[in-house]
Nanobody, 122 residues
Framework: QVQLMESGGGLVQPGESLRLSCAASGSIFRINDMGWYRQAPGKQRELVAAITRDGNAYYQDSLKGRFTISRDNAKNTVNLQANSLKPEDTATYYC????????????????WGKGTLVIFSS
């Protein structure tokens, strides 16, 4: 069984920075692409950033320059550094990973964490 656990969300003020982390655990043979998504109240879930196993990163165009994704393959973790936060960044942030649980599980399966909330203080 595989689990993804996010951490690092919380209360922020405009202009501040936040670092979100996600750790994968369980029966893992290999982790392929990893990513961060977010869902604001009343809106659909959207991609923030994704990163391949080799470290190639992709970002939602509107977030380039403020968000940086990174991963540690040895620790099965993926991080998201969010800078110059804006009220519109308020959302629940979800970790996603494509994970192979055995060597024969060629295509892997997408797993999701339960999310971590980033919210702005007034």
């Amino acid at each position: 069984q595989v689990q993804l656990m996010e951490s690092g969300g919380g209360l922020v003020q405009p202009g501040e920075s936040l670092r979100l982390s996600c750790a994968a655990s369980g029966s893992i043979f290999r982790i392929n692409d990893m990513g961060w998504y977010r869902q604001a109240p009343g809106k659909q879930r959207e991609l923030v950033a994704a990163i391949t196993r080799d470290g190639n990163a992709y970002y939602q165009d509107s977030l380039k320059g403020r968000f940086t994704i990174s991963r540690d393959n040895a620790k099965n973790t993926v991080n998201l550094q969010a800078n110059s936060l804006k009220p519109e960044d308020t959302a629940t942030y979800y970790c996603n990973a494509n994970i192979q649980t055995t060597w024969s599980d060629y295509y892997g399966m997408d797993y999701w964490g339960k999310g971590t909330l980033v919210i702005f203080s007034s």
